[in-house]
């Protein structure tokens, strides 16, 4: 992946925009990519152009916790950890299921992001398990998983 710097201002934004959106929400199709950057002004971008910025950003496409694939910045060009980094900054997504909770970071942020978590002893998680690119918590009660997840996000300041 080159450097921002090696494209145009309007390049830059719809780069960065992009990144963005994915960084912060789950996306299964480009279609739901290109309308999300239509609602954030870039009006008449087309799938072909969001097809040419995924390329350009080097994302990749997962399966996430509902065994759906979907799009996300790949860890391996993403920047080293950096101690100076906030935690919004190391969350590439939270989601779950009806049983628990899978934090998705930046590769190499998964420990900080479950110290965090640890720090804040909510009373609603049962346990935190971490990786180097992925944490999973496991809620008191399943019956409050959905509770859980937007406490999370607030906490990681995520939404």
């Given at each position: 992946?080159?450097?921002y710097g090696d ?5 830059q934004?719809q780069?960065?925009m992009?990144?963005?959106?994915i ?18 002004g870039f ?5 072909s152009?969001?097809?040419r ?13 509902k065994?759906q694939k ?7 060009l993403?920047p ?18 009806s049983?628990?909770i899978?934090?998705?970071t ?21 346990g935190v ?17 959905a ?6 996000n607030y906490?990681?300041?995520t939404?």
């Amino acid at each position: 992946m080159k450097d921002y710097g090696d494209y145009s201002g309007k390049e830059q934004e719809q780069m960065a925009m992009c990144q963005r959106l994915i960084s912060n929400k789950t996306y299964c199709s480009q279609e739901e990519i290109r309308r999300d950057m239509q609602r954030q002004g870039f009006d008449n971008i087309s799938q072909s152009s969001v097809s040419r910025l995924l390329k350009l950003l080097g994302v990749i496409k997962i399966r996430n916790a509902k065994g759906q694939k979907i799009y996300s910045l790949n860890p391996l060009l993403q920047p080293a950890p950096d101690a100076a980094r906030s935690i919004s900054e190391m969350v590439v997504s939270v989601e779950h299921n009806s049983e628990f909770i899978l934090v998705h970071t930046v590769a190499g942020y998964g420990r900080a992001v479950a110290k965090v978590l640890d720090y804040h002893a909510l009373p609603e998680i049962l346990g935190v398990v971490a990786g180097s690119s992925i944490v999973w918590i496991a809620p008191r009660d399943v019956k409050r998983t959905a509770l859980v997840h937007k406490r999370i996000n607030y906490l990681l300041k995520t939404h």
